[in-house]
């Protein structure tokens, strides 16, 4: 990977550790506010704090090895910002208490199913093992996020 694609790629991690960090206080707001369901959240926050924690590792990786990686198909900036002030915006309507309990299953799901955390895997290419392994990891906790909050979704809009 040249130098300037490094550095582009290295600040959309960035923004995608903002993401998921904006999303795990989402989630840590709701165990505050919804609280008969506290524990739910609390595992979605923590998840969330790993994914970041995984795209810190997969920057690094990058940084260490450009050569092993080649540009994908980045996803551009502005839309990780207008993510992350989506997010940031149902926080304060929940701290409001503008948001029922399954206006926020269905907000939660729609996060996890959205563009941005499906498309992880297409920012770069690599045959690294490592960045591989630490992808389908957030790939695959994203897919459980995803059918908890549906199951969730289920039990109370049946």
């Known amino acids: 990977m040249v130098h300037k694609d490094?550095?582009?790629?290295?600040d959309l991690l960035k923004k995608m550790v903002?993401?998921?960090?904006?999303?795990?206080?989402?989630?840590?707001t709701c165990g505050q506010i919804l609280v008969s369901d506290k524990d739910f959240w609390t595992d979605l926050e923590k998840a969330e704090a790993h994914h970041a924690e995984n795209i810190h590792l997969m920057s690094k990786i990058i940084s260490e090895m450009p050569t092993s990686f080649e540009l994908g198909r980045p996803v551009k900036p502005a839309a990780i910002q207008t993510s992350i002030a989506g997010v940031q915006w149902n926080i304060q309507r929940l701290k409001k208490k503008e948001l029922s309990e399954k206006n926020m299953l269905f907000i939660a799901r729609d996060l996890e199913q959205s563009t941005l955390e499906s498309n992880y895997g297409e920012i770069v290419k690599t045959n690294d093992i490592e960045y591989k392994n630490l992808i389908n990891q957030i790939l695959s906790e994203t897919a459980v996020h995803r059918d908890r909050l549906n199951k969730k979704i289920q039990e109370i809009a049946p």
Do not use: F, I, K, P
Request: charged fraction near 20%.
């Open 18 to 28: 903002q993401l998921e960090l904006v999303m795990a206080e989402l989630y840590r």
């Open 6 to 10: 490094l550095g582009n790629v290295n």
